[in-house]
């Protein structure tokens, strides 16, 4: 982004591009202050005057924890998503690469047949995916979770844009040093491709941790339910006493992906940039 | 593996957009995992579908076709006309919210100066963040008539809230702002995507034509933004009856009497609440059809409209 | 074909001997693992204890529990039926039992090896709900009635008797009004927790009968029914004394004490004595009458079913409901749940007297029990799809959509068609 503002809006239009950002930036963050706010706040506080605790104090964010077993939730959603997230980086890669990297018969048919499927909407596809899932025996299980979702045509899509844009000469120099199509995967493209998969495994990884959807039709005990079914069950068995806590339980759910974000915050969006999303 | 080195060598020096010519089985190996997931968990499940809309499933005895049965069953069902038609609200006030009014907020975002800038992106990227269970979450308390924070704020004041989502009339509107509320950001962001590649110089010199700004927006950003917003109404068109899924299913379930359900929903509902696995898969064709439809109605009439730089 | 030698034909022999001893005693104590899923969310401790029990008289079987929603759990039993993985034994909804004998592969609980010996420690008059076609199906073990619960304080602050609960609806009509006229406060709270049983109880209480002797038609909509159903509808829209907020919401509200009177089961009992302690004192009353016509309500329960398709699976679960139905282990679990005794003579268990002692609220349960009809069961397939309708038939009622008049018989319409197309 440049340094300076490329284009000065004039007065009347300056003035109400101030308030515009102004009212959204307040519209998002205000919410979620007073969420953090109600989740500092003692049993006592909760349904009283002020919207921020008097006597702040961590107590909700133990009590969470006795109240469900937020801990097993954050287990089974991280276990699931490094290896849901870990298989469709790899499969993406190899895919991306054939893809981009080949030219052979069907090439072209089969790479708009996985464009294809990331327009396809779920409601296609869950209810013969459940089925299926039941009859292999494994519904409620980190396979059901896992296995459906690890073609990621997004990020085959993506991870092709970077390598059509590959520089041809380091490919080119890997071709003549007698480097067979399989080694330049390894020593020339996957080195240097490492801040677009970064990126792209971000998304994943955000993508997976917040899915509900998904974990509501094929999870159904405590030993396989994400953070995200976890919470909502809270919600349902919350007793209004309990805000403080519910309220602690949201933030908890929403820090990992919020940590990888400021992490990683200028990778993700130059990939997006550099990605072409122009056409 | 020999005899393949010399030939990329000549092939490169003589065409500049030369491929690896695979006459081997290597670009097979290599989509080998993605092809067979797409397939097990994507195209089957699609067939699969149109199959369980058209049969009878029994327990313990052989599923038996029915034709149409279940889609005449369907449309008999009263939540089937709700369904469909709040359908199309959602989609209809969803647009307006999620494609055009993010793109006044990329330009002002884009000529605000450069740490505004970056503090405004970050907020807007944090919507995207937060799963929708956590947006739901919130904004049940937000919007709780006797407890919740707006309320809270509004008593004071001797004043007293509606129950936004308990009331049929409101309930649809309220969560249609609040994916809009999740989701404007991050179009935002991309549009701003789209207004990073503008050259200075372009801009420098229709201010010294003289251009106010609404002609430089209507001539020059719009036109180069047209791409992505094209990208973005056809995805809005696709996926915002998905979308709103978990904010039905954590604050309303569909009510109060079928006022905020929709397709999506109602096959949901039908294969995992009333269990009518016929149905549910009729209603998920219908309903693809139904997108298939509007967005290609959507590509043709805007398609003519985009400029590719 | 080669000739073995004696010798080594001997030591192989007694070494397979030797191994199969050893297997023996890992034979004995290999026990059979069954399932048992149920909706006891609130009473999943005491339902453990329970089950501790029947662990040390049955040490051969093992029970695993599986909490599940009751909005869901029949769906789920008949997805798992399809998928060839139903649980052994289920908690069910009573007024589904006919749909999922057709539909889960529910087992007759008279082909056990005591041919239902059991089903004689339940009380005859609950037992009707679980025999489809002549057999029993389904034995009842969670039945509720519903009962009429007061906040004592709300009622003194709106210049109500704090001791005295209304006897009819008229009754809980005028007071909800003086409460909110009083107090500014919501009066009332009609639960809803099983989507078509408040609707149920309101209209068989007020001489409807839910559905014809043939089973084939719905036959709610009399005129006692419809205008129950439209003072439901005043209460929301006219006399604004029955908020329309979601189940959830009013739930938190009557639990922090801002509502003025909650209707529901008795099933809830235990659970308001803890979660109510130190807020307010609330009462217990009979279901109010409709206009001058004897007390009837649908008993509200959950019935076990049998889904095993294996027979020493089978045979267990029949142990485990033997087990359930004792009388002392129904006492036990009536007063420690909230629910009804079950056995025919409830009051020959010495713990469930003392219960009484020590609580007399619980008497009027107990005294509704004589009250109690039958609830109606729905016929083929699609029942969760019969309850949504009734389901939105009163949330539409709630938001004034129409009359009740037009909404009820559409409804009972409605509930006919479905049954003639069900299977």
Known sequence: ?279 | MSASIALPAAATLARPRARRRAGNLLPWLLLSPLLLLLAAFTYWPLLHTIYLSVVDVRLFQPDRFVGLDNFTGLFRSPSFAAASWNTVIYIALSLPLKVLLPIPIAVFVWCAGARMASLHRSILFVPTLLSFVVVSIVWIWMLNPVMGMVQSGLRPLGLQMPALLSDAATAIHAIIGISAWKVIGFNALLYLAGLASIPRELIESMRLDGASDWRITRSLLLPLLSPTIYFVAITSVLFTVQQVFTPINIMTGGGPSNATTNLFYLAYEMAFESFNIGFASATALLLFVGLGALAALKAWLLGRRVHYA | MTVTPITTLGRRAALGASLSTLALPALAQSRTEISFWHYQTANTQALREVLAGFHEAHPEVRVTDVPKDVGTIATEVQAAALARRPPDVGQMLARLTVGLVRNAGAVPLDSGEDRGAFLNNVLPRFREVGIVDGRPFAVPHSFGTPLLYWNKAIFAAAGLDPERAPANWDEVVAMGVQIRERTGRFALFISQGGRDVSQQQMMVNAGATMLSPDLTRATFATPGAIAAMQLWQDMAVTHRIHSTLSEREQNTLWLGGQIGMFVGSVASFQGFLRDTAGRFEFGVAHYPLWKDLPRRVPNSGSALMVFSQNAPRRAAAFKLLAYLMRPEVTSRWSWTSGYLPLAPNPLADASLREYLEREPRWRIPVAQMADTVITARWPGNRVVEIQIVLENMVQALMQGTGPASTLVPRAEAEVTRIIAESR
């Open chain 1, 1 to 279: 982004m440049r340094n300076v503002a490329p284009l000065t809006l004039t007065p009347p239009w300056r003035a109400i591009g101030n308030i515009v950002l102004f009212v959204a930036s307040l519209s998002i963050v205000v919410p979620l202050l007073l969420v953090v706010a109600t989740s500092l706040k003692p049993p006592i506080e909760i349904h009283g005057g002020l919207p921020w605790p008097q006597s702040p104090t961590g107590g909700n964010y133990v009590e969470v924890f006795d109240k469900i077993p937020l801990g097993l939730y954050f287990w089974n959603s991280a276990a699931t998503t490094a290896l849901r997230v870990g298989g469709q980086l790899v499969i993406a890669l190899l895919a991306a690469y054939a893809f981009a990297r080949f030219e052979f018969r069907g090439r072209d048919v089969l790479f708009a047949l996985t464009l294809g499927a990331m327009m396809l909407p779920h409601s296609l596809t869950f209810l013969p995916t459940y089925l299926m899932i039941s009859w292999l025996g494994w519904f409620d299980s980190w396979w059901g979770l896992i296995v459906p979702n690890l073609a990621a045509p997004v990020g085959v899509f993506l991870l092709r844009q970077h390598m059509l844009a590959f520089p041809r000469d380091l490919l080119d120099s890997a071709a003549i040093d007698g480097a067979g199509p399989w080694r330049a995967l390894w020593l020339v493209i996957l080195p240097n491709i490492q801040p677009a998969m970064a990126a792209i495994a971000i998304l994943l990884f955000i993508d997976c941790w917040n899915e509900y959807f998904w974990p509501l039709v094929i999870t159904e005990s405590e030993h396989a339910m994400t953070v995200q079914i976890g919470i909502r069950r809270f919600l349902d068995a919350e007793r209004g006493d309990d805000l403080g806590a519910l309220m602690a339980g949201v933030v908890l759910v929403s820090l990992p992906a919020m940590a990888v974000f400021l992490w990683f915050q200028r990778r993700i969006l130059e990939t997006f940039v550099s990605a072409g999303l122009k056409g």
